[in-house]
């Protein structure tokens, strides 16, 4: 699912911050990645969905009507972890939250729900995230989404 929704890119987190209520008001699960975009410098982003090509990412912004979301590739990102259910994959996304991080939930296999961190154009960038989660005594592991 190397494809996600840029829903709006900010310089710092706090502004960032302010955009996660709207979107989640909309019914969205958004969620933030600090990413370094080089020349263009480092940006929170806000984004939405992990979509497996383009095409699915467009027809989901068209569903959405997220018409000022723009397509971007992002296929590392670091799990988390497996679990077994809904309800545990959202009580340790809960405590992630609460150490400053940012988890979204995908569907695993048989009926289970990976915790995911991030969304990131390179596995460096990944890879520094992986680090930081480890630092927090976070177990984390980079991978192609």
Do not use: C
């Amino acid at each position: 699912y190397p494809f996600s929704l840029l829903l709006s890119s900010n310089r710092g987190r706090e502004n960032a911050l302010t955009t996660l209520p709207g979107y989640r008001r909309m019914g969205l699960t958004p969620y933030l990645v600090h990413t370094d975009l080089g020349e263009k410098g480092k940006w929170w982003r806000t984004l939405f969905g992990y979509y497996p090509t383009v095409q699915e990412a467009l027809q989901a912004q068209k569903a959405l009507k997220l018409f000022e979301a723009v397509v971007v590739k992002t296929p590392f990102a670091n799990e988390i972890g497996e679990y077994p259910s809904e309800k545990e994959a959202a009580e340790a996304a809960a405590q992630l939250s609460q150490k400053g991080f940012f988890p979204y939930a995908v569907k695993g296999l048989e009926n289970t729900t990976r915790l995911m961190a991030g969304a990131f154009p390179t596995r460096q960038e990944a890879e520094q995230q992986e680090h930081q989660l480890e630092a927090q005594g976070i177990p984390a592991r980079t991978i192609r989404r």
